[in-house]
């Protein structure tokens, strides 16, 4: 079992910028990905960016250029660092952890970007 906690998340008005945390615990070794979603009212979830135990990220191409997803050495802690953020950046953003079969999720923290 994988828990995720997020925190970071806010109001913030168009061109700030926020960081977001995700600490992992449990069974942190079999933790091979770990990435952020994000799902808007009325929209389907999707991936805002991802990063695998090797350091390889991949990016939503709507955020490619403002965010950057880093990790520490053990996939323990994620962070998503959003900058110059619009207003469609606004949604529930969730931390994941791929564990090679078994997926998990955080709790979600709000994320609004006021115009």
């Known amino acids: 079992q994988v828990q995720l906690v997020e925190s970071g998340g806010g109001l913030v008005q168009a061109g700030g910028s926020l960081r977001l945390s995700c600490a992992a615990s449990?069974?942190?070794?079999?933790?091979?990905?770990m990435g952020w979603y994000r799902q808007a009212p009325g929209k389907q979830r999707e991936l805002v960016a991802g990063i695998n135990r090797g350091g390889s990220a991949t990016y939503a191409d709507s955020v490619k250029g403002r965010f950057t997803i880093s990790r520490d050495n053990a996939m323990i802690t994620v962070w998503l660092e959003m900058k110059s953020l619009k207003p469609e950046d606004t949604a529930v953003y969730y931390c994941?952890?791929?564990?090679?079969?078994?997926?998990?999720w955080g709790q979600g923290t709000q994320v609004t970007v006021s115009s």
């Open positions: 449990g069974i942190i070794f079999s933790i091979n990905v």
């Open positions: 994941h952890a791929d564990t090679y079969g078994a997926n998990y």
